[in-house]
T-cell receptor
Framework: SQQGEEDPQALSIQEGENATMNCSYKTSINNLQWYRQNSGRGLVHLILIRSNEREKHSGRLRVTLDTSKKSSSLLITASRAADTASYFCATAKTSGSRLTFGEGTQLTVNP | DTEVTQTPKHLVMGMTNKKSLKCEQHMGHRAMYWYKQKAKKPPELMFVYSYEKLSINESVPSRFSPECPNSSLLNLHLHALQPEDSALYLC??????????????FGEGSRLTVL
């Protein structure tokens, strides 16, 4: 089974609004990453947050990590139609090289 | 633009065919991965090569055979596949040895259809 569970499964918003996606996981992690995938394309790495970090920013992206609750959130501010994609969280455990993906959130940004 | 190149982009094969998927990267990465992704599902790890040696095989059926001829190339040989093997096959690479080596760089994928 996948390490990460994301909610919501689908999110539809208007351009200019903020989008928040959540990810929960079950075991100890070394880091948590977020990826974006446009329909039928490869995944693109967005941001990585380490287990000793609580918040990280990259452009319009803000990621938080709460290791006590085993959860993370991805906030996209001032969304654009081009942000329409599937967003996956992925966790790397404290040892080993497996990166396990969550079920993903399908974000639709309407113009 | 992705720096991981996968060929072919689309492949249709019969259950008795033998075909190969190819992946190439020139970023100096020393870990390469094959993932399988079904529609509306997350990618599932199949194989990991680290320094050209197979380090992880996620109990993938033997009809999938990976090969890493050198540090830049990764192949996935396909033989006697089943229709349920139809999926998007993603190649990825990463740079081990640094703190963030688990950041993966993905190719655009090879869309496989098994008839």
């Amino acid at each position: 089974s996948q390490q990460g569970e994301e909610d919501p499964q689908a999110l539809s918003i208007q351009e200019g609004e903020n989008a928040t996606m959540n990810c929960s996981y079950k075991t100890s992690i070394n880091n948590l990453q977020w990826y974006r995938q446009n329909s039928g394309r490869g995944l693109v790495h967005l941001i990585l947050i380490r287990s000793n970090e609580r918040e990280k920013h990259s452009g319009r992206l803000r990621v938080t990590l709460d290791t006590s609750k085993k959860s993370s959130s991805l906030l996209i501010t001032a969304s654009r139609a081009a942000d329409t994609a599937s967003y996956f969280c992925a966790t790397a455990k404290t040892s080993g090289s497996r990166l396990t993906f969550g079920e993903g959130t399908q974000l639709t940004v309407n113009p | 633009d992705t720096e991981v190149t996968q060929t072919p982009k689309h492949l249709v094969m019969g259950m008795t065919n033998k075909k190969s998927l190819k992946c190439e990267q020139h970023m100096g990465h020393r870990a390469m991965y094959w993932y399988k992704q079904k529609a509306k599902k997350p990618p599932e790890l199949m194989f990991v090569y680290s320094y050209e040696k197979l380090s992880i095989n996620e109990s993938v059926p033997s009809r999938f055979s990976p090969e890493c001829p050198n540090s830049s190339l990764l192949n996935l040989h396909l033989h006697a596949l089943q229709p349920e093997d139809s999926a998007l096959y993603l190649c990825a690479s990463s740079l081990p040895g640094y703190r963030d080596w688990w950041e993966l760089f993905f190719g655009e994928g090879s869309r496989l259809t098994v008839l």
